[in-house]
């Protein structure tokens, strides 16, 4: 194969080429896991370290406005986005490969690097990358054994077979339902993975699933498959005539107004777990309670921001969630389905059962090949610490109405609260069947066939018809400016809570976190309040 003709960095010279003033190729660094937005959050905001989709995006649009250049060289170094978000960045590389030329270089070759990468005309490699190209895998540790040995056994009420979220904690194996679930979403992964791939290389997608169990271990061998373009290692694609992106930045010209007369769009994140109250970060690193934390008093308060900003006219609710609590699930459902301005749904990652929920009115739902949605069920249960309390003499005793203490730790539910639970679980079922049957214009029967807590990923999702596109953030501001009326260049914002009481909100927030970090007890940690009927999925799927 010819070389690459490829000019890049001289470390030992920064003069550009004799008749050349300015750079050619620009070098464009990606590392880090890529989440979509800035925090809200000015505190937030404020310690971030990340490197986002946003800025990557606006990044790009200064390269592809560049006259004077001709290509850019993606290095990828300690990229640990998920598949979803490679998806994203796979988009953002691929509108800049319409006007440049884009050559990725990648020292591992892994199934997410490789996603991202296909959006690039080009791919090397050097000859000694790491092969890992297994497919998709999941693996979930189960609880319920050693809760048990340790006297801790777990109250599971769950609608319907697929509703896996508690089943870690409550038993001992993967149940077949489970099993079945999980192998359907990995299979829908891996053609999606093998799509992506063979449209980038110009082969057949059997092809494409021929390299996921073609056993390469070599750079060379994934050159000799058609995987790659190019073996090479780094110092053989250098060239005086390039620079990196910091070195350039100066050389652009000023981003032109945004066509902002028609109006603007409102972008809102929902990400985390769904709670009651106010969004947070949980710091405790504890199953079920750790993480971030999207609180509907907070997200319906932008969604109230952004419906009553004159200039705004839509909005794109972008969610990256499995879901949480049903009742304040319901209140931001509320606010999407009153929204006289059209409301967009972005998924990324996770978008399940409370995750789910809220978007089932928006008016148009664009998810990832790769995000997991579904999970349409309803899950309630508690630990039971009997056997742990008498094996360390630990002795709790009642006073007053025993239904009042139903959901306490120190007993199981007796066979009238366990009744009076699954009446309640069964009637949020129920409307959850209903909210997803008017949203998506299905029958309550067909969508209790594709619920029952059952997950489907991006591709299976829009074939059941539960969402409209196949896309990303990029997809789904187009669509809400289709929607509005207005230009694809109209202005974004990120629309936020407004600031309330006499201090800055960075401020507020601040306190907020030094009392919950003082305060924190048995109790505060369960971040649904009150609350023990829960819309959710058990973010602890991780695809490998």
Not at 185 to 210: K, N, Q, S
Not at 278 to 307: H, Q
Not at 412 to 425: F, N, P, T
């Amino acid at each position: 194969m010819a070389p690459l003709n490829i000019p890049f960095l001289n470390k030992t010279d920064s003069t550009l080429p004799s008749g050349v003033t300015r750079p050619t190729w620009v070098v464009l660094d990606l590392q880090g896991a890529y989440p979509a937005r800035q925090p809200a959050s000015p505190l937030a905001a404020l310690l971030n370290r990340t490197e986002t989709l946003e800025a990557l995006q606006a990044r790009v649009e200064k390269l592809r406005g560049a006259e004077w250049l001709h290509g850019v060289l993606v290095r990828f170094g300690g990229f640990t986005a998920a598949p979803a978000t490679a998806h994203a960045v796979r988009g953002i590389l691929g509108r800049l490969a319409q006007d440049k030329r884009v050559v990725a270089h990648l020292p591992q070759l892994t199934m997410t690097a490789l996603i991202a990468a296909s959006g690039a005309q080009e791919i090397a490699a050097p000859e000694s990358a790491d092969v890992m190209l297994g497919g998709f895998a999941v693996e979930s540790t189960f609880l319920g054994a050693f809760l048990k040995k340790h006297g801790i056994e777990f109250e599971n009420l769950r609608i319907r077979e697929y509703k896996a979220a508690l089943t870690r904690f409550s038993q001992d194996h993967m149940d077949e339902a489970n099993r079945e679930q999980l192998g359907a979403y990995i299979h829908g992964m891996e053609g999606a993975w093998a799509r992506d791939l063979a449209a980038a290389r110009g082969v057949t997608e059997e092809r494409a699933r021929g390299w996921l169990s073609g056993d390469l271990t070599s750079a060379q061998g994934a050159l000799d498959a058609g995987l790659i373009t190019r073996v090479a290692y780094e110092d053989e694609l250098v060239g005086p005539g390039t620079r990196p992106m910091a070195a350039v930045l100066d050389l652009f010209m000023p981003k032109k107004p945004s066509n902002a007369k028609a109006g603007r769009i409102a972008i809102i994140p929902l990400i985390g777990t769904i709670i009651p109250g106010k969004s947070r970060n949980n710091p405790v690193p504890l199953p079920l309670l750790g993480g971030p934390m999207a609180g509907s008093d907070t997200v319906t308060a932008a969604l109230k921001r952004a419906k009553q900003d004159d200039k705004t006219k839509a909005i794109v609710l972008y969610v990256n969630s499995g879901g949480g609590s049903a009742l304040a699930s319901d209140l931001i459902w509320r606010e999407v389905a009153t929204s006289e301005k059209p409301v967009v749904v972005v998924m990324d990652e996770y978008a399940a059962s409370g995750g789910y929920y809220v978007a089932t009115h928006a008016k148009h739902i664009v998810a990832s090949p790769y995000t997991l949605t579904g999970s349409i069920g309803v899950v309630s249960g508690k630990p039971v610490l009997k056997e742990f309390n008498a094996r360390n003499g630990l002795n709790p005793e009642r006073v007053g109405n025993d239904r009042a203490l139903m959901y306490s730790a120190s007993r199981h539910y007796s066979d009238d609260e366990r009744a009076l639970i699954e009446r309640g679980i069964g009637e949020v079922y129920d409307r959850f069947v209903s909210r997803v049957a008017q949203g998506r214009k299905l029958t309550p029967e067909r969508v209790n066939e594709l619920g029952r807590g059952r997950i489907w990923s991006g591709v299976d999702a829009l074939e059941h018809g539960l969402i409209d596109e196949l896309g990303d953030l990029h997809t789904g501001i187009e669509r809400a400016a289709e929607l509005a009326g207005l230009p694809y260049d109209a202005p974004t914002w990120n629309a936020t809570p407004k600031n309330h009481g006499p201090l800055p909100e960075f401020v507020q927030e601040a306190a907020s976190l030094a009392h919950r970090a003082v305060t924190l007890d048995g109790l505060s940690l369960w971040p649904f309040g009150k609350e023990r009927v829960l819309t959710w999925f058990d973010q602890n799927v991780k695809v490998r």
